[in-house]
């Protein structure tokens, strides 16, 4: 059984930083694609960032240069690591493991 948590989400000013986490049971991140995605209020979900089996990254244009994603092999574990954050990256995020399963989600809130 595959299961998907997401953590780190919280309530920022603009400016600031968050580093969301993904931990993964039951698949190894190593092996598998990762991806970030999110939704805003009203608006549909939206790919932000992934990782490949390779080690290869892709990231929206929105958050280009701003966010990072890596991963942790031996902790199963696949990051998001968001700077320089703005209120247009107020949303849930999601992780997804190898195109197929997803978290809960973790609200980010970018708020003065």
């Known amino acids: 059984q595959v299961q998907v948590v997401e953590s780190g989400g919280g309530l920022v000013q603009p400016g600031e930083s968050l580093r969301l986490s993904c931990a993964v049971s039951g698949i190894a991140v190593r092996l598998n694609a990762m991806d970030w995605y999110r939704q805003a209020p009203g608006k549909g979900r939206e790919f932000v960032a992934g990782?490949?089996?390779?080690?290869?990254?892709i990231y929206a244009v929105s958050v280009k240069g701003r966010f990072t994603i890596s991963r942790a092999n031996t902790e199963n574990t696949v990051y998001l690591q968001m700077n320089n954050l703005k209120s247009e990256d107020t949303a849930v995020y999601y992780c997804n493991a190898a195109k197929r399963y997803w978290g809960p989600g973790t609200q980010v809130t970018v708020s003065s």
């Open positions: 990782i490949s089996s390779s080690g290869s990254t």
